[in-house]
DNA sequence: GGTGCGCGTTGATCTAGGTTATCGGGCCGA
DNA sequence: TCGGCCCGATAACCTAGATCAACGCGCACC
């Protein structure tokens, strides 16, 4: 048996929402280049870059990030396996963020040319991928909720959820575990505080039995309270099928 | 001469990106039904609706808000004229968001069959509104930005770059002034801050002669403070030509 | 022509989270 | 095997912004 291709959990997340047929399937497989690793800490796209290709992570963990003049660091998006972490970069053309490991990844490119080929030839396919960056932009709504209206522990709950149900749709994560290799600071990065505000109120959560985290390894003990603390509702993810 | 049709500021705003054929205008001119008002503090879409349509924006002001269990409200974009409220609907089915005017607002449906159809005939034309939703994706990074690293002078100053830019662009306003008819309760709903303190902020621009503000009106006396101050930096608007 | 109220303004006080600093453990490289 | 350093954990103290409260103005509505 061959190894399953690097585009499967692409296709996967993407089954999990309407029909896919085998034209699309080989459609979709044709669209990647040769896989390449990025190391932890380094950047995949700068901020300003013009790529003329998308990158697709088919493994690790990376994110989106925009630098402030003062020295401050936003994590806008985690971007997991089966996540394209730059597909609006075809529209976009310049990059208005950059993208770093925030843990050791092997990414694949989707050239411009073939993706504009792709809208050309492949309209359902196209509404699909239409779709990835639109659940972005939700994923963005809803963080943007978090830093608006929620406290940080709410805030954390908020992003421990989104995370597990993300990286469960991708086949990665079950039984209420997962690895997350998130520094404090990355954390503090993508929540809006500081390191040692996220230790407390990480902490917090250990003592309530809600969590265990320790050496990147993440259990979810009380479900049910974690959704109520962060005020979790997971239809901004839209993994349910509803075809396009 | 009859009238300009209400798809023009669409087509304005598309037109600074790449260029429309006039096969292009047409398709997009058939796009949308009959005109509809509504009242300032009118919900146009209800959080959880499953809309057939999408809603343009003729004129006036509205906002995507998030509602929280304690009673909280985020609004995380606001729309213009020209604008799609929920063109992401067409994808996601299931509105994670609602869209309220906050003053009096004249819009259009589009109708989600046309708008498919017109994504199997019009390769190119879908590319550009798929950018339309990629550049509301990009807006709320800036405002995760914004809430997760600024502080609120710089997020108030932040907003006020946008909106102008995002007003001239189409076409509403001029000379560093514009209306905006927005409370300073909308303002804190929008910057993740009381309404208080939205005022105490206010406050301070005008004494330092930053911006005028008066009875919805608003005037930037100093573009080049306001955009250091806010950190403003209008790539993520990508209001510049550059074909797709 | 009073009156209720939405909206802006301001003051006094409180608190969630920031800042600064310290310490310990694990790991890696000389 | 030692030293540096990254990362997590804590403690003491500080501040931006929240909360609570009061007041004035314009204006729609009885």
């Known amino acids: 048996m061959s190894p399953a291709p690097v585009i499967t959990p692409l296709i996967e997340k993407m089954a999990r929402r309407d029909v896919i047929t085998p034209v699309e399937r080989e459609a979709l ?6 896989t390449r ?30 630098l402030t003049p003062t020295g401050g660091r936003q ?48 309209p359902h ?22 830093l608006g209206q929620q406290n940080a522990a709410s805030r954390l709950a908020h992003l421990i959820c989104e995370l597990y149900l993300r990286l ?23 929540l809006g505080l500081t390191q040692v505000h996220v230790n407390r109120v990480l902490m917090d959560l250990r003592r309530q039995g809600l969590v265990e985290w320790k050496s990147g390894q993440v259990t979810i003990n009380d479900w049910d309270a974690l959704v109520r603390l962060g005020q979790f509702n997971p239809v901004y993810l839209r993994l349910q099928s509803d075809p396009v």
Chains 1, 2 share one sequence.
């Not at 996540?83 to 529209?91: P, Q």
């Open 29 to 34: 497989a044709k669209l990647l280049g040769p």
């Open 37 to 66: 690793r990025v190391p932890a800490g380094k950047a995949l796209v700068e901020p300003g870059d013009r790529p003329h290709f998308s990158t697709f992570v088919v493994s690790g963990f990376c994110a989106r990030f925009t």
């Open 75 to 122: 994590l806008t998006e985690i971007n997991v396996a089966g996540d394209f972490v730059d597909l609006h970069s075809l529209l976009m053309r310049q990059m208005d963020h950059g993208v770093v490991a925030l843990a050791d990844c092997v990414v694949a490119p989707a050239a411009h040319e073939d993706l504009r080929r792709l809208t050309e030839q492949h």
């Open 125 to 146: 396919l196209t509404r699909l991928l239409w779709l990835e960056t639109v659940v972005d932009g939700a994923i963005h709504r809803q963080w943007l909720v978090a």
């Open 168 to 190: 469960e749709a991708a086949g990665i994560a079950r039984d209420l575990t997962f690895s997350l290799p998130m520094t404090q600071v990355d954390l503090g990065d993508v």
